[in-house]
């Protein structure tokens, strides 16, 4: 049986919410995981974009005798108690307060966190780890929705197209997601896994873990993209193109039986030890 927007209801968050909302949603698609590296006892551990240092405090929790550090280019907020340390910053950023080494380094949704040069930043990792150490890096194929059977549901889509050109002149890449297994093989890491899961815009029959992501993608998210898109777009369309543009994002992310989808890839690996 599918289940009816309105029962997504119970979920409803607050905008200023969101992101710690968005985290909660990923850890659930994930089966309750916030991440799947074999990480045992690491002594000290790096969150690269820790945002609102949700998953920071997980990673804190979990590993009790590590030092654990949150960094993001925004202030992050204290919060309640933590064992956790949140360093202001950005990981390429030469004079950042953040040295190695590390046992495992973790990031999530960088694909619009300041990173452009993936490999550099894969690298970059790589000499803040430890041997042996892990790196683990979750991202979402931000460029395509797809349906049920892998067509691309963004084929036709005006505002997609030039929200893509957009990003490319920025330096973005929206479908980095799909070559981190590379870039990881590339700069030398070993043990290289990969899993990928469905971020969907719908609930799911038998698939519980997708709830919170069906309510991000449908009632959370739309009004984030739109804001983006005329932010970056809305000085080159007139009035009536950014209303098609706003309808056609709400169309496209709205609750539906497509099985409308993005992939979201799950990427770690080990640094050799000596």
């Known amino acids: 049986?599918?289940?009816?927007?309105?029962?997504?209801?119970?979920?409803?968050?607050?905008?200023?919410?969101?992101?710690?909302?968005?985290?909660?949603?990923?850890?659930?698609?994930?089966?309750?995981?916030?991440?799947?590296?074999?990480?045992?006892?690491?002594?000290?551990?790096?969150?690269?974009?820790?945002?609102?240092?949700?998953?920071?405090?997980?990673?804190?929790?979990?590993?009790?005798?590590?030092?654990?550090?949150?960094?993001?280019?925004?202030?992050?907020?204290?919060?309640?108690?933590?064992?956790?340390?949140?360093?202001?910053?950005?990981?390429?950023?030469?004079?950042?307060?953040?040295?190695?080494?590390?046992?495992?380094?973790?990031?999530?949704?960088?694909?619009?966190?300041?990173?452009?040069?993936?490999?550099?930043?894969?690298?970059?990792?790589?000499?803040?780890?430890?041997?042996?150490?892990?790196?683990?890096?979750?991202?979402?194929?931000?460029?395509?929705?797809?349906?049920?059977?892998?067509?691309?549901?963004?084929?036709?889509?005006?505002?997609?197209h030039d929200q893509r050109e957009a990003f490319a002149a920025m330096g973005v890449d929206m479908v980095c997601a799909t070559k981190l297994e590379r870039y990881f093989k590339d700069q030398g890491f070993v043990v290289v896994k990969v899993e990928k899961f469905r971020w969907m815009n719908e609930p799911w029959e038998g698939h519980p873990d997708i709830l919170l992501g069906a309510k991000v993608s449908t009632e959370l998210n739309p009004p984030v993209i739109f804001q983006s898109f005329e932010r970056m777009l809305g000085h080159t369309k007139t009035s009536a193109q950014l209303e098609a543009a706003r309808e056609d994002i709400y169309r496209e992310n709205a609750w539906s039986e497509d099985g409308k989808h993005r992939d979201y890839y799950v990427v770690w690996g080990q640094k050799p030890g000596c």
């Open 1 to 160: 049986m599918r289940v009816p927007p309105s029962q997504l209801a119970r979920y409803s968050a607050a905008e200023h919410d969101r992101l710690n909302f968005q985290t909660r949603s990923f850890n659930e698609m994930m089966h309750g995981k916030a991440f799947h590296a074999p990480v045992e006892r690491p002594s000290r551990v790096l969150e690269v974009g820790a945002g609102t240092g949700y998953v920071t405090r997980i990673l804190a929790s979990t590993f009790p005798q590590a030092e654990v550090i949150g960094l993001d280019l925004s202030v992050i907020p204290q919060g309640d108690k933590t064992s956790a340390t949140f360093v202001k910053g950005g990981i390429m950023d030469p004079g950042v307060a953040v040295t190695g080494p590390f046992d495992f380094l973790y990031s999530r949704m960088l694909v619009y966190g300041g990173i452009r040069d993936w490999p550099a930043y894969i690298a970059r990792a790589w000499d803040l780890l430890a041997p042996g150490g892990w790196l683990k890096t979750q991202e979402l194929n931000a460029s395509t929705l797809y349906d049920r059977d892998g067509k691309d549901m963004h084929s036709n889509s005006i505002w997609r």
